[in-house]
C-alpha cells in the first residue's frame, strides 16, 4: 500500500504561512513515520509514504531533482526583487514616491510573498519547472493498492484534476483535505472577490464528487461541510465520508538570528514584554480591531506594547498604511511583514500573551502555538477558537473593543498580582501526532473502499 502524498502548490511556493506550513510540516511528520502495524484489529500491508507532483494530466515522483527545480521558483515569490535588474529597485521606490499610490508600490515593489510586475516571470519560470521536473521524474502508475492524499491548494491549481480523476478511475482512494468554507461565507468575513468564490465553489464541487474521504483541520469545518453538502449537493454520487483531524502546533525546534528590533521591543532595553498579533493581514484576521483596542488602552496605560508580525495579504491597503504612519510605530508599536521563522518562535517564547481577533478560521494555528509556549492567549469568540482553545484561552466578543479592552486589564491585573498565567495544554498536539491520526483516517478509508468494491463484485 502506498499513500501518494501530494505538494503540488507548496513545492513552488515561496509562502511560509497557512497551507504551505500545514503540507511541509505533515510531509516531514509522514516521511518519518512510515510504518503500522495494525488498525483496529484490521490487518493492512506496510504503508509507504511517496511524495509526488501533477503535471500535464499525470503524477510524478517528487524526487531531488524535482526538488531542486521548483527550489527556484519558490525563491522568487519568497522575495521577487532578488531578481530585479540593478539598479530597479531605487528606480521604483523614486518613482513610487512621487506617485504615491499604495496601489502602484505593491505592483512595483512588492512584498516578500508577492509577485507584483513579476508575476509573468514566475509563472514562465513555474511551468519551465514543471517541465524539467517532469522531464527528470519518474511517473507514478497508479492501481487499486494506492492512497492519492490531496492536502495543498486545489483551487489554485485547477490544472491537477484531470489527473486526479485519472487515478481515480485507476481504482485509487482519493482523500481530500478541506481548510475552510471561508469564501462561501457570503463576505461576513469582510473578504468579497466574486471571481474567486466562484473558483472555490467550483474546486469544492470538484473535491466532494472526486473524493473517497475528506479531512477536515477542525470539526467545527466539518460541520459546515456537512451542512453545505446536504444544502449544496443533496444526490448520492458525492462523498459523505468527512472526518477531522487536529493540527500539530511544535516550533521549538526552528533556531536563527533574530533582528535586535526584536531583541530589544521584546525586553532588552527593561520594558515589559509586548502582546503579539500573529496571522497574514486581511479582513478576516481584524487587525484592525486590535488596534483599535490598543489605541484605547493607550490612552490609560503607558506600559502596554503590541507587536503584529504577519506578510502583507489582500484587501489590507487601510490598515497596512494606518500602521505605517502610526505614532506609536518604533515606540509602543512594533510591526513586521517578513519576520523568519526564528522570530516567531522568538516572539511566541517572549511575548505577554497572544492576541487573536480573527472573524473567521479553519483552524486558528497561532492559538496552538501560543498554548504549546505556555503562553495566555486572548482570543475571538467564535466556534473555532472555542474548539482549539477549549478552556486554555480567555474569549472576548467582537464587535466594540471594551471586551478585548477588558481582557487585557484582567490580564494586566493577574500579572501584577503575581499570578503565574502560563498555561499549557497537557499533551500539545505534535505534527507527528496529527499525521499518525490522518494516516489512521486515510487507512480506514482504502479499508472501506476495498471491502465495498469486493461486495460489489462479489453479488450475483
Given amino acids: 500500500m502506498r499513500i501518494l502524498f501530494d505538494s503540488t502548490f507548496s513545492a513552488t511556493s515561496g509562502k511560509k504561512s497557512g497551507i504551505e506550513r500545514v503540507v511541509r510540516s505533515l510531509q516531514k511528520a509522514a516521511l518519518g513515520l512510515q510504518t503500522i502495524e495494525s488498525l483496529n484489529s484490521v490487518a493492512v500491508p506496510q504503508v509507504d509514504v511517496e511524495p509526488v507532483f501533477i503535471h500535464d494530466g499525470k503524477i510524478y515522483k517528487l524526487g531531488k531533482e524535482a526538488e531542486k527545480e ?12 532578488r531578481i530585479a535588474p540593478p539598479g530597479y529597485s531605487l528606480c521604483a521606490t523614486v518613482f513610487c514616491k512621487v506617485v504615491r499610490s499604495r496601489q502602484v508600490q505593491r505592483w512595483l515593489l512588492p512584498s516578500p510573498g508577492h509577485l507584483g510586475i513579476f508575476k509573468s516571470i514566475y509563472k514562465r519560470k513555474s511551468a519551465f519547472a514543471f517541465r524539467q521536473a517532469a522531464a527528470r521524474s519518474t511517473q507514478v502508475q497508479i492501481d487499486d493498492s494506492d492512497i492519492l492524499w490531496l492536502p495543498d491548494a486545489y483551487w489554485a491549481t485547477a490544472d491537477v484534476w484531470p489527473a486526479i480523476i485519472l487515478a481515480k478511475h485507476e481504482g485509487a482512494c482519493v482523500a481530500t483535505l478541506v481548510y475552510d468554507l471561508i469564501p462561501l461565507q457570503d463576505g461576513s468575513t469582510g473578504e468579497i472577490d466574486i471571481e ?10 470538484t473535491v466532494v464528487r472526486c473524493s473517497d474521504v475528506i479531512l477536515t483541520i477542525s470539526e467545527t469545518i466539518r460541520e459546515q461541510l456537512n451542512k453545505l ?6 444526490g448520492p454520487f458525492v462523498c459523505r465520508e468527512i472526518h477531522a483531524i487536529p493540527l500539530g502546533a511544535e516550533i521549538n525546534h526552528v533556531s536563527g538570528p533574530v533582528r535586535t528590533a526584536f531583541t530589544d521591543f521584546f525586553g532588552n532595553d527593561g520594558s515589559a514584554p509586548p502582546y503579539v498579533c500573529i496571522g497574514t493581514f486581511e479582513p478576516r484576521k481584524n487587525q484592525e480591531f486590535v488596534l483599535d483596542t490598543f489605541e484605547e488602552l493607550w490612552k490609560k496605560s503607558s506600559g502596554l506594547r503590541l507587536c503584529m508580525i504577519g506578510r502583507v495579504g489582500w484587501q489590507c491597503e487601510k490598515i497596512v498604511d494606518r500602521l505605517r504612519h502610526h505614532p506609536e510605530l518604533g515606540h509602543r508599536l512594533l510591526v513586521c511583514h517578513t519576520a523568519t521563522d526564528a522570530e516567531v518562535n522568538f516572539s511566541y517564547r517572549n511575548c505577554r500573551a497572544l492576541v487573536t481577533a480573527s472573524k473567521s478560521e479553519g483552524f486558528g494555528l497561532p492559538i496552538v502555538e501560543a498554548l504549546w ?3 495566555p492567549v486572548l482570543a475571538s469568540d467564535i466556534p473555532v477558537h472555542r474548539e482549539v482553545g477549549k478552556t486554555e484561552c480567555h474569549y472576548f466578543p467582537l464587535g466594540e473593543p471594551d471586551g478585548l479592552c477588558q481582557a487585557v486589564s484582567d490580564l494586566e491585573q493577574r500579572l501584577s498580582s503575581g499570578e503565574n498565567v502560563e498555561t499549557r495544554p497537557a499533551r500539545p498536539t505534535e505534527w507527528s501526532d496529527s499525521w499518525a491520526i490522518c494516516r489512521a483516517e486515510l487507512i480506514q478509508a482504502f479499508v472501506r473502499k476495498r471491502d465495498h468494491n469486493q461486495q460489489v463484485a462479489t453479488k450475483p
Fill in 196 to 205: 474567486r468564490n466562484r473558483h472555490f465553489y467550483h474546486y469544492l464541487d
Fill in 70 to 81: 521548483f527550489l527556484k521558483v519558490s525563491e522568487i515569490q519568497a522575495d521577487c526583487m
Fill in 229 to 234: 453538502i446536504d444544502s449544496k449537493w443533496p
Fill in 373 to 375: 509556549h505556555g503562553r
